[in-house]
C-alpha cells in the first residue's frame, strides 16, 4: 500500500514551453502533498506544499507564478513548469502524506525535467 | 531555519564490511527523523523512522540511533553487500511536518 506515482517519468522540452508534472496518491487520500526539487548530487529541497482545496504554500524564495500548483482532488496534484528555461532542468519529486498519519510522507518515483 | 549535514559524503569499502553513515542537524526540536535510500534517477525508499521520543529503530541488517540533544543520528548497515550500493539520506521533519533533507552520503560496495 501508500503507493505515489508520478507522471511523466522524464520529459524534454523547449524553452519558453510549459510542463505539467502528476502526483498521485494511488491507494490512498492524501489533503498534503509536498514538491521538491533536486539538482545534480544535492539534497532535495522542499519547494511548496500542496493542499487539497486550496492555495498551495511555497517556500521562500521559489516563484509561484514560475511553479503553478493544482491540488484538485485528494489523489492528485499537479505542478506546472511555466515558461521554462534551461535553469529549471532538474529531478522534481512529490510525496502525499496520509490523512491519518501525519508522520509519514510517501514519495513519487520523481520525473526528471531537461530543458533545451 | 533546520541545517542537516551528513558524512562522509561518499564512502567506499569491501563487500562485508558494516557501514556507518552520520547525520547532524541543527535544531533539535523535531518531530522525527527518517532516513532513506535513493537509487540513480530513481525517487526515495524509506528505510527507517525514528520518532523524536524514541533512541534507536531496526530493519533487518539496519539499525537508525537518535540523539534528539546532540542533533545526531547514526546509520549502521551491517555486513554490506553489493545491492547496498546507492545513496542514503537523511531527513528531519519539523513540527509542521515538513521534511528537511541532507546531501546525502554515496556509498559504494565493492564485490
Known amino acids: 500500500g501508500a503507493v505515489v506515482s508520478q507522471h511523466p517519468s522524464w520529459v524534454i522540452c523547449k524553452s519558453g514551453t510549459s510542463v505539467k508534472i502528476e502526483c498521485r496518491s494511488l491507494d490512498f487520500q492524501a489533503t498534503t502533498m509536498f514538491w521538491y526539487r533536486q539538482f545534480p548530487k544535492q539534497s532535495l529541497m522542499l519547494m511548496a506544499t500542496s493542499n487539497e482545496g486550496s492555495k498551495a504554500t511555497y517556500e521562500q524564495g521559489v516563484e509561484k507564478d514560475k511553479f503553478l500548483i493544482n491540488h484538485a482532488s485528494l489523489t492528485l496534484s499537479t505542478l506546472t513548469v511555466t515558461s521554462a528555461h534551461p535553469e529549471d532542468s532538474s529531478f522534481y519529486i512529490c510525496?502525499?502524506?496520509?490523512?491519518?498519519?501525519?508522520?509519514?510522507?510517501?514519495f513519487g518515483p520523481g520525473t526528471r525535467l531537461t530543458v533545451l | 531555519k533546520q541545517e542537516v549535514t551528513q558524512i562522509p559524503a561518499a564512502l567506499s569499502v569491501p563487500e562485508g564490511e558494516n557501514l556507518v553513515l552520520n547525520c547532524s542537524f541543527t535544531d533539535s526540536a523535531i518531530y522525527n527523523l527518517q532516513w532513506f535510500r535513493q537509487d540513480p534517477g530513481k525517487g526515495l525508499t524509506s528505510l527507517l523512522l525514528?520518532?523524536?521520543?524514541?533512541r534507536e529503530q531496526t530493519s533487518g541488517r539496519l539499525n537508525a540511533s537518535l540523539d534528539k540533544s546532540s542533533g545526531r543520528s547514526t546509520l549502521y548497515i551491517a555486513a554490506s553487500q553489493p545491492g547496498d550500493s546507492a545513496t542514503y539520506l537523511c531527513?528531519?521533519?519539523?513540527?509542521?511536518?515538513?521534511?528537511?533533507f541532507g546531501a546525502g552520503t554515496t556509498v559504494t560496495v565493492r564485490a
Open positions: 525514528i520518532q523524536s521520543s524514541q
Open positions: 510525496s502525499a502524506r496520509e490523512n491519518w498519519r501525519t508522520d509519514t510522507q510517501y
Open positions: 531527513a528531519v521533519s519539523s513540527n509542521d511536518y515538513k521534511l528537511s
